[in-house]
């Protein structure tokens, strides 16, 4: 019941902000902009993550993988000194993340709301903005592409995020020259090929904090889980009987686990790897024959999936990653002979 009232509220209130943009303050912008001096690459992606998290402002967005378009909406103002941001899905099945500071609370379908101790919100473009892509040089390059594109009629600079190896995806960020925030991200192949893509369809930047977002940030939302509380949404870590001989370069072990996949009934061990910016994971279902991972797991257009069977033993890897790197990944899954 609470979930079901406080989403409805959170959704009814968004549809009240206010947007107010004219040409003349768009051609006012466009003179300013001729006399800014060009930054690098890395000074472009550092002023963008600051504006992400200290502007106030509404952006609208759209989700694009495989022909299937999500339209999202995200709001973000600072109220006494505290980051609070609002991601709505638009479209399907309601989906809500409230974030306030370092507690985000989380409102999907078919499960009563909850908030953790945590400051992601889940998504490309969020996962973009909390990672240190200018500071870690061992993984990725940032390069910046020269000249102005326009998207969603504003103007922006591109900067060309290149993996130091084969094995990750490369991005193409467009930063908005007014507002430094972020208005396309393409993930794409070594081919240039566009394997996910995120597009602002609209960006509206405030003065001050929208009337609508202060009422939302005094709601009272769902307490934090407590530990016992957290285990019942993420199962006790243990220590898996398997393990990957050979992961990509800056992948570090995040969660190791036992739980049960809902489809096929089976208990499976699950590892997941993280760079910073994407996740692989590893299930491993020791009983094949009683139903296949690969058809319980949803895979979305941005993901890759490996799967092979050897004596009735199934590895599957899912990641943001190419699909010769899951393959790597999944070929080189063996017990721990160490555990």
Request: proline share 5%; aromatic share 8%.
């Amino acid at each position: 019941m609470f979930k079901k009232s406080v989403g409805l509220w959170i959704l009814l209130s968004s549809l009240l902000t206010p947007v107010v943009w004219s040409e003349e303050a768009s051609v006012k912008v466009d003179k300013r902009v001729a006399v800014q001096p060009q930054l690098s690459a890395d000074a472009l992606l550092d002023n963008m993550k600051t504006a992400f998290k200290q502007l106030n402002y509404d952006l609208s967005y759209v989700e694009v993988e495989r022909g299937r378009i999500t339209p999202m909406r995200y709001s973000h103002g600072v109220i006494d000194g505290v980051s609070v941001g609002h991601l709505l899905s638009l479209n399907g099945n309601p989906r809500e993340y409230l974030r306030r500071g370092e507690i985000t609370s989380f409102f999907e379908a078919e499960q009563p709301g909850y908030s953790l101790a945590s400051t992601a919100i889940p998504g490309l473009l969020f996962n973009l903005m909390a990672t240190e892509l200018t500071l870690d040089e061992s993984l990725y390059q940032a390069v910046y592409v020269g000249g102005k594109s326009r998207v969603t009629g504003r103007l922006s600079q591109v900067v060309r995020v290149v993996p130091n190896d084969k094995y990750r995806f490369g991005y193409l960020i467009w930063v908005d020259i007014t507002t430094n925030l972020p208005l396309r991200i393409d993930m794409i192949k070594d081919s240039g090929e566009v394997v996910f893509q995120v597009m602002a369809i609209s960006l509206y930047q405030f003065p001050d904090v929208t009337p609508w977002l202060e009422q939302l940030n005094s709601v009272k939302l769902p307490p934090v889980l407590s530990a016992v509380q957290t285990q019942t949404l993420m199962p006790k870590p243990t220590e898996s009987e398997w393990k990957a001989a050979w992961m990509p370069d800056g992948f570090k072990l995040i969660v190791s686990n036992k739980h049960q996949i809902v489809g096929i009934g089976q208990t499976i061990d699950y590892m997941q790897f993280s760079d910073g910016l994407v996740d692989i994971s590893i299930y491993i279902n020791s009983n094949a024959k009683a139903g296949s991972l690969s058809q319980g797991l949803g895979v979305s257009g941005q993901i890759s999936l490996q799967s092979k069977i050897t004596d009735d033993i199934e590895i599957v890897v899912v990641g943001e990653v190419p699909s010769a790197t899951a393959k790597k990944i999944a070929d080189s899954v063996v017990r721990n002979l160490d555990n």
